[in-house]
């Protein structure tokens, strides 16, 4: 009833046997938990626990888990029995079965009707038929932390997201498709009468969203759905669900190493466009990610295959801030400014945005040596049957201090490290182009690390979408860059660059021919993103704006 998912991956040299034996474990200590969640009796009536199939499994466990204290499962939404009153028959084009899941759709979309306007281009009609469920248990004893209190802040986080462009959408300040790539989040619960029920007398902490230590016991939480069911935190067993997501790029990328590939330049390119314009929203909304890695990267399913979706935020924290930022991250792709400085920063999201657009081209980053990866490998070296991959590896401190300031001193690794890129290109003339292009991308990140270190979080946060401000030129610099690398029919004007402009002309000058990659808009979310409010009428229409054909 509950059936494993394994996570695959290059292939290691592991004992069969052993891997099974820790797929059981893991089955076994679902189990428990699962018994302990169906206490609340709420939960059957939300989720199918009863499977209509004898063998068909109620649930999918995910084998790779974000941390020890948590489990990620896929799960099916209670369907209506429609053969049982006219009452609950609901059109095809509907596919959303519970009051929880409706109204909540119904907050953000104004409508019950499915599919709605919002989520129309970017999610597939269906994607309530199944859901993400994140589940975290902590043991009852004084060795947990309040840092390992997550999920609570992570629903808070994604709540305040949606409400903030719930706001904005109410107010015409924003497209309907702006949280293109936020999951949507349904509901939280925290589990009471449980072994893991909070003792009285013992005061337990959390991290709220803006990194202050608050007690548990004195957090209340009101559900997006109805103001009565709010209740305090009761107990140390909560879960959350949200709209389900398809693979990561960690999961991506460990396919394709396995098979000594990687992205070439202009898929990189389309990716690291969409991520630079999920975090233009996301820090609009004074939210600051901190742990920007391939893992929190998702595509999403469905119509939704092509859209990149920012996931996973245990680490992310509203500005402004209080105190230092949460102390855990990935090694590998933390921001060198935010250990150095011992701060948090919406910069320090784009410095590990770049990090993961070199690691997609190149399979590797300069610093992989110091972690003990190779050039042909994503994983460090684990134990038999532990899938532990490098994306994973969290730290309170980086190990690649060193190496990550050397890079940002000078060029050179980064022009040495650009000569084995795929660029798509036969001609030396359109590879050294695509190579300017890199460069130019790390130069103009590197800029913003510099000027908008020293701006507030709160005027940073209130800048992104002002024309001509640092913050904006953060995002809009290097997408301008990307957008010259690519053959389009129309462009908006928000992401044509006069420099660039220049060099493209100067490059036909050399060659008639325009042998730049086309961009497909069937095949890749292109984010026509507009810094200027009033544009928003301008921009609803996609259809209109077609690449031309290759």
Same mark, same amino acid.
Request: hydrophobic share 40%; charged share 25%; net charge neutral.
């Given at each position: 009833?509950?059936?494993?998912?394994?996570?695959?991956?290059?292939?290691?040299?592991?004992?069969?046997?052993?891997?099974?034996?820790?797929?059981?474990?893991?089955?076994?200590?679902?189990?428990?938990?699962?018994?302990?969640?169906?206490?609340?009796?709420?939960?059957?009536?939300?989720?199918?626990?009863?499977?209509?199939?004898?063998?068909?499994?109620?649930?999918?466990?995910?084998?790779?888990?974000?941390?020890?204290?948590?489990?990620?499962?896929?799960?099916?939404?209670?369907?209506?029995?429609?053969?049982?009153?006219?009452?609950?028959?609901?059109?095809?084009?509907?596919?959303?079965?519970?009051?929880?899941?409706?109204?909540?759709?119904?907050?953000?979309?104004?409508?019950?009707?499915?599919?709605?306007?919002?989520?129309?281009?970017?999610?597939?009609?269906?994607?309530?038929?199944?859901?993400?469920?994140?589940?975290?248990?902590?043991?009852?004893?004084?060795?947990?932390?309040?840092?390992?209190?997550?999920?609570?802040?992570?629903?808070?986080?994604?709540?305040?997201?949606?409400?903030?462009?719930?706001?904005?959408?109410?107010?015409?300040?924003?497209?309907?498709?702006?949280?293109?790539?936020?999951?949507?989040?349904?509901?939280? =619960?925290?589990?009471?009468?449980? #072994? *893991?029920?909070?003792? @009285? &007398?013992?005061?337990?902490?959390?991290?709220?969203? $803006? +990194?202050?230590?608050?007690?548990?016991?004195?957090?209340?939480?009101?559900?997006?759905?109805?103001?009565?069911?709010?209740?305090?935190?009761?107990?140390?067993?909560?879960?959350?669900?949200?709209?389900?997501?398809?693979?990561?790029?960690?999961?991506?990328?460990?396919?394709?190493?396995?098979?000594?590939?990687?992205?070439?330049?202009?898929?990189?390119?389309?990716?690291?466009?969409?991520?630079?314009? =999920?975090?233009?929203?996301?820090? #609009? *909304?004074?939210?600051? @990610? &901190?742990?920007?890695?391939?893992?929190?990267?998702? $595509? +999403?399913?469905?119509?939704?295959?092509?859209?990149?979706?920012?996931?996973?935020?245990?680490?992310?924290?509203?500005?402004?801030?209080?105190?230092?930022?949460?102390?855990?991250?990935?090694?590998?792709?933390?921001?060198?400014?935010?250990?150095?400085?011992?701060?948090?920063?919406?910069?320090?999201?784009?410095?590990?945005?770049?990090?993961?657009?070199?690691?997609?081209?190149?399979?590797?980053?300069?610093?992989?040596?110091?972690?003990?990866?190779?050039?042909?490998?994503?994983?460090?070296?684990?134990?038999?049957?532990?899938?532990?991959?490098?994306?994973?590896?969290?730290?309170?401190?980086?190990?690649?201090?060193?190496?990550?300031?050397?890079?940002?001193?000078?060029?050179?690794?980064?022009?040495?490290?650009?000569?084995?890129?795929?660029?798509?290109?036969?001609?030396?003339?359109?590879?050294?182009?695509?190579?300017?292009?890199?460069?130019?991308?790390?130069?103009?990140?590197?800029?913003?690390?510099?000027?908008?270190?020293?701006?507030?979080?709160?005027?940073?946060?209130?800048?992104?979408?002002?024309?001509?401000?640092?913050?904006?030129?953060?995002?809009?610099?290097?997408?301008?860059?990307?957008?010259?690398?690519?053959?389009?029919?129309?462009?908006?004007?928000?992401?044509?660059?006069?420099?660039?402009?220049?060099?493209?002309?100067?490059?036909?000058?050399?060659?008639?021919?325009?042998?730049?990659?086309?961009?497909?808009?069937?095949?890749?979310?292109?984010?026509?993103?507009?810094?200027?409010?009033?544009?928003?009428?301008?921009?609803?229409?996609?259809?209109?704006?077609?690449?031309?054909?290759?």
């Amino acid at each position: 009833m509950y059936r494993p998912v394994s996570s695959i991956g290059p292939q290691t040299s592991v004992d069969p046997m052993e891997v099974m034996e820790t797929l059981v474990a893991m089955e076994q200590r679902f189990r428990q938990v699962f018994q302990q969640i169906l206490i609340d009796t709420d939960f059957p009536l939300k989720y199918d626990v009863a499977s209509n199939e004898a063998d068909g499994p109620l649930f999918f466990v995910l084998t790779k888990q974000p941390t020890s204290l948590t489990y990620v499962i896929e799960a099916l939404p209670v369907v209506f029995d429609q053969s049982a009153s006219k009452a609950h028959v609901k059109r095809v084009e509907e596919l959303t079965y519970h009051p929880v899941f409706e109204d909540v759709i119904e907050r953000y979309t104004k409508t019950r009707r499915k599919p709605n306007p919002v989520i129309l281009e970017t999610r597939s009609a269906d994607f309530c038929y199944m859901v993400t469920i994140k589940i975290e248990v902590l043991p009852l004893d004084r060795s947990v932390r309040a840092v390992n209190f997550t999920l609570l802040r992570e629903y808070q986080i994604l709540l305040h997201i949606w409400e903030s462009y719930r706001s904005d959408l109410n107010a015409n300040k924003c497209n309907s498709d702006q949280l293109i790539g936020f999951p949507m989040p349904f509901e939280f =619960r925290n589990i009471e009468g449980t #072994k *893991y029920d909070l003792p @009285h &007398g013992h005061s337990w902490e959390y991290y709220s969203p $803006f +990194g202050k230590l608050e007690s548990l016991q004195r957090v209340s939480l009101t559900s997006i759905t109805s103001s009565k069911d709010s209740r305090p935190i009761k107990s140390t067993l909560s879960y959350m669900s949200i709209e389900k997501v398809g693979p990561s790029l960690s999961y991506l990328m460990d396919l394709m190493l396995s098979q000594r590939k990687f992205f070439n330049i202009s898929s990189a390119l389309k990716v690291y466009d969409q991520l630079i314009c =999920r975090l233009l929203v996301m820090h #609009k *909304y004074s939210v600051i @990610h &901190g742990d920007i890695n391939p893992s929190a990267l998702c $595509f +999403g399913t469905g119509e939704a295959v092509n859209v990149l979706y920012l996931n996973n935020f245990e680490a992310a924290l509203l500005a402004p801030t209080f105190g230092l930022p949460l102390p855990f991250f990935h090694d590998r792709f933390v921001s060198y400014s935010r250990v150095k400085d011992k701060s948090v920063h919406f910069v320090h999201d784009l410095e590990s945005a770049f990090y993961v657009f070199l690691y997609l081209m190149l399979g590797r980053l300069p610093w992989d040596s110091r972690l003990g990866v190779s050039e042909t490998e994503s994983s460090t070296v684990a134990p038999v049957g532990v899938d532990i991959s490098v994306n994973d590896i969290r730290s309170e401190k980086s190990r690649t201090m060193e190496e990550k300031e050397k890079f940002w001193q000078s060029s050179n690794q980064l022009l040495w490290m650009v000569k084995s890129i795929d660029t798509e290109f036969r001609d030396s003339m359109y590879r050294n182009f695509a190579s300017d292009i890199v460069e130019a991308i790390y130069a103009r990140v590197k800029e913003s690390m510099s000027t908008c270190q020293s701006l507030s979080q709160s005027a940073y946060s209130k800048s992104v979408f002002i024309t001509g401000t640092a913050p904006y030129n953060a995002y809009f610099g290097v997408r301008k860059i990307i957008a010259s690398f690519f053959r389009f029919e129309s462009r908006s004007n928000a992401l044509k660059d006069p420099v660039w402009s220049a060099k493209t002309d100067m490059l036909f000058k050399e060659d008639a021919n325009d042998r730049r990659i086309a961009w497909d808009l069937s095949s890749w979310c292109w984010n026509y993103l507009d810094a200027d409010a009033n544009s928003v009428k301008r921009q609803s229409s996609r259809k209109s704006q077609i690449v031309v054909s290759s």
